[in-house]
């Protein structure tokens, strides 16, 4: 897809629009937000590569960052230092105590390091990563205490030959939606039956040309359970209220990013519901969510339990798990779960 606006243009609406989040200015310009940044090249911004092997290894010399994953209705946001990547051809990981991310090499397309200038006469410096359709996929962030010295020469390290003001982009690759087939039901629930690790699930129902949510909406119980729109927002404030350690995933085709621990501050803000701790933010349009499912899978922990939100489209918008490697967690959030109220079936698209 050929940029229509020129750069001229785009970096002139920046200009008159300086606290329009990118985002936004560019979906009123009618490009992406990869194509917003590369028409400032030059400007406080530097195209570099996207190539993970030569990207995450050196993160780590930055100290302390905010990871930020989104996708349409759900931003993720993580303190913490990029310790421990291990590449891979097909998925990658950084695992560690706090920057936990499943990051998978081939949507990772257009690289920008970009040095924002702010009202209060600082610099909000980050490295943005997009796919093929100009959409984010993973942004890191310095902070006030990251290791500003390296920066310089890690922006030269990454640095792309390639240093043009305009950039062509894919279409969007469209949602798959719900993917199921009624007569392979019963061979679903047999098939699931022989999970001993949640890592099996999307194997198995692409081998029975499913996707998740057509398989969610065929299997029935004890495999799944519909629950109202409402039950995510009802899980975080009861997390909050308890204390009580989960895991949430929040992802896009790229890059899957994931808090494990307990929640603390929650604050409502028009359509969004926010998490606001301190090493820890999530920004959930609970307005988008139009199903959420009960799961169950066996692993050999013990049964893992998840409550997973889709959009009208069949998007996934975030899962929610117990934390398996605490057994008493795990076991609370067991039970809280299974006290959500059941949707009616014939309510559920």
Not at 66 to 75: D, P
Not at 198 to 225: D, E, W
């Amino acid at each position: 897809m050929v940029q229509t606006a020129t750069p001229a243009e785009i970096r002139a609406a920046r200009l008159e629009n300086p606290k329009l989040r990118e985002r936004d200015l560019s979906d009123q310009l009618g490009i992406t937000e990869a194509q917003l940044l590369a028409a400032h090249v030059g400007q406080g911004v530097i195209r570099i590569t996207a190539d993970l092997d030569r990207i995450m290894p050196r993160l780590s010399a930055l100290g302390e960052v905010m990871a930020l994953t989104r996708n349409q209705s759900c931003v993720i946001e993580k303190v913490g230092v990029y310790d421990d990547y291990r590449g891979g051809p097909h998925a990658a990981l950084v695992v560690n105590e706090e920057i936990d991310l499943r990051l998978f090499p081939r949507h990772w397309k257009h690289g920008f390091a970009v040095e924002k200038p702010l009202e209060d006469g600082g610099v909000r410096r980050s490295i943005q990563i997009f796919d093929a359709a100009g959409d984010a996929v993973h942004k890191i962030f310095l902070r006030e205490n990251s290791v500003l010295e390296v920066w310089d020469q890690l922006i030269e390290d990454l640095q792309s030959p390639d240093q043009s003001d305009t950039l062509e982009v894919t279409p969007r690759t469209a949602v798959e939606p719900a993917k199921g087939d009624a007569e392979k039901a019963q061979r679903l629930r047999d098939e699931w039956d022989k999970i001993t690790d949640t890592h099996q699930f999307l194997q198995m129902v692409r081998k029975l040309k499913m996707n998740r949510l057509g398989a969610y909406r065929l299997a029935g119980g004890p495999y799944v359970r519909p629950l109202a729109a409402s039950a995510i927002n009802t899980l975080l404030e009861q997390a909050a209220e308890t204390a009580l350690p989960i895991m949430i995933f929040v992802g896009n085709m790229g890059c899957i990013e994931i808090h494990t621990g307990p929640i603390q501050k929650l604050k409502q803000m028009g359509p969004w519901q926010n998490v606001l701790d301190p090493r820890f933010n999530l920004h959930l349009r609970a307005d988008h969510i139009a199903e959420v499912w009960q799961v169950t899978k066996a692993t050999k922990r013990g049964d893992a339990i998840s409550v997973e939100a889709f959009d009208k489209d069949g998007a996934l918008i975030t899962q929610i798990f117990g934390v398996l490697a605490n057994p008493d967690a795990a076991a609370k959030w067991n039970q809280m779960v299974l006290g959500l109220e059941q949707l009616e079936q014939a309510d559920v698209a």
